[in-house]
């Protein structure tokens, strides 16, 4: 069962642009959704996360967005640059229980 | 500090050859993860230990795959025998009890496994 659904396995950006990542997820019992970055030959090391009772979570350039009545939530990366370039994983966690998207391969273009 | 250290880093075996995983996570984590993630989606679990005790491992397919943490500290995955099937990278993590939910855990590079 998926219950956590990134629709968009690849997106493109333009340096300075900003990059928004969309991320779906079922089950309302989650109590925090984080977002993960990965590099090529890495595991996926943490970015940015909120809880389920936040609507926005500020840290940098990075933005997370979520809106509970649509079951969604979004990152935002602004301004984009090239090291920011990296498969995204969304993730929902609780009840000990962590469930990962499919990932969002990002390029941002210089 | 090391951080999550997983060995080997690749691993190609033929099919019906047995094969394992080792895992270090970091030191003082309680918590311990296997997962696996096949290509083009995302990590999914096999197995979580809170200490020496393996507390969920319903995803774990057990007529091939077994896992074990001695002592509560490292961690070693084993498959035997290995399918096609089984080519994928996996990941260990760790987390610390006192550690917020929203921080996540912390991964391992993982080992990338090709059954041929």
């Known amino acids: 069962d998926q219950q956590v659904k990134q629709n968009s396995p690849s997106l493109s950006v333009q340096e300075g642009r900003i990059s928004i990542l969309n991320c779906d997820y079922t089950?309302?019992?989650?109590?925090?959704f984080l977002w993960y970055k990965k590099y090529p030959a890495e595991g996926p090391t943490f970015l940015i996360s909120?809880?389920?009772?936040?609507d926005k979570n500020e840290d940098g350039r990075f933005t997370v967005f979520l809106n509970k009545s649509a079951k969604h939530l979004s990152l935002h990366i602004v301004p984009s640059q090239p090291g920011d370039s990296a498969v995204y994983f969304c993730?929902?966690?609780?009840?000990?229980?962590?469930?990962f998207g499919a990932g969002t391969r990002l390029t941002v273009k210089p | 500090e090391a951080g999550v250290v997983q060995s080997p880093r690749y691993k190609i075996i033929e099919k019906k050859q047995p094969v394992a995983f080792w895992c270090n996570p970091i030191?003082?984590?309680?918590?311990l993860y296997w997962y696996r993630q096949n290509l083009g989606q995302g990590p999914e679990l096999l197995i979580r230990?809170?200490?020496?005790?393996?507390?969920?491992d319903s995803q774990l397919p057990k007529d091939r795959f077994s896992a074990e943490r001695l002592k509560g500290v490292d961690s070693t995955l084993k498959i035997q025998p290995a399918e096609l099937g089984d080519s994928a990278v996996y990941l260990c993590?760790?987390?610390?009890?006192?550690?917020?939910?929203?921080?996540?855990?912390?991964f391992g590079s993982g080992t990338r496994l090709t059954v041929v």
């Open positions: 993590a760790s987390s610390d009890r006192g550690t917020p939910a929203s921080e996540g855990y912390t």
């Open positions: 089950n309302s019992m989650f109590d925090y």
């Open positions: 909120i809880s389920s009772i936040k």
């Open positions: 993730a929902a966690s609780g009840n000990n229980d962590m469930r």
């Open positions: 030191s003082g984590h309680n918590t």
């Open positions: 230990y809170e200490n020496e005790e393996a507390v969920d």
